[in-house]
C-alpha cells in the first residue's frame, strides 16, 4: 500500500497544481505584507511552510481577503484563464504605488484542453518555492524602506472570456514610473510556470 500511494505523488494534475500555486500565492502575500511592514508585526503569527518558519496574519479581514482571493485564484487557474497575479502596495495618505509584486503565469494548455496529467515530484516544486519565499524573505535587504503607512491591493489578469464575480472591478494597472525591477525564482509545476518580479519606486536619493 505504502509503495502506490509514494508513487501516485509525483503525478500532478491541473487541480492539484491550481491548489499548489492558489496556496503559494497565500503565503507569498502574508509574507510580502509581513515583511514589507504594511501591517504590524504583532498582528502575525509563525507557522512552518515549505520547510521555512514563515508568518501568517490574524487580521480577520485580511484572512478572508485572502482566502477568497485563493478560491477565485484556483478557480482561473483550473480554467487556464489566469495570466498575472499583482499585489500592490500603495501609499495610504496619497495611493501612489510604491511597490508591484508580479507573478506572471503559465499554464500548459494541454493539460487544461485534454485532461492529462504531468509528472513532478512535490518535494521538488516545494524546494523551488522554498527558494522564492527566502527572497521574499530577504527583500527587506534589498528594497526601499517603507517609512510610511501603507495599504495593499491584488490585481488579476484574466482571459478576456473569464468569468470575473461581482467583488473584482476594473482596475487600472498601477504603474510605478521608471521602476527598479529585480526577478525572483520562479516555480514550475509542470502545469503551471511561475514567474517572480517586484518593480519598485526609484527612490532619488541613489541618484546624488
Known sequence: MASSKTATKDIITLRGSAAIVSEFFGYAANSILYNRGVYPEESFAKVKKYGLPLLLTQDEGVK????????????????????????????????????????????????????VSREKSDKEIMREIQ?????????????????????????????KEAEVPLTWVE?????????QMVKLHSF?????????LVSYKNDEWDEE
Open 171 to 179: 482596475s487600472d494597472a498601477k504603474l510605478i514610473e521608471n521602476p
Open 131 to 159: 527558494a522564492i519565499m527566502r527572497q521574499i524573505i530577504s527583500s527587506i535587504t534589498y528594497l526601499p524602506c517603507l517609512d510610511e503607512p501603507c495599504i495593499f491591493d491584488v490585481l488579476a489578469y484574466t482571459d
Open 64 to 115: 478572508s481577503f485572502i482566502s477568497n482571493l485563493n478560491s477565485q485564484l484556483s478557480e482561473w487557474l483550473e480554467a487556464g484563464k489566469l495570466q498575472r497575479i499583482v499585489l500592490v502596495i500603495m501609499s495610504k495618505a496619497t495611493s501612489e504605488v510604491l511597490e508591484r509584486w508580479n507573478f506572471s503565469i503559465q499554464t500548459d494548455s494541454e493539460v487544461v484542453e485534454k485532461g
Open 188 to 196: 514550475d509545476t509542470k502545469i503551471h510556470k511561475v514567474d517572480t
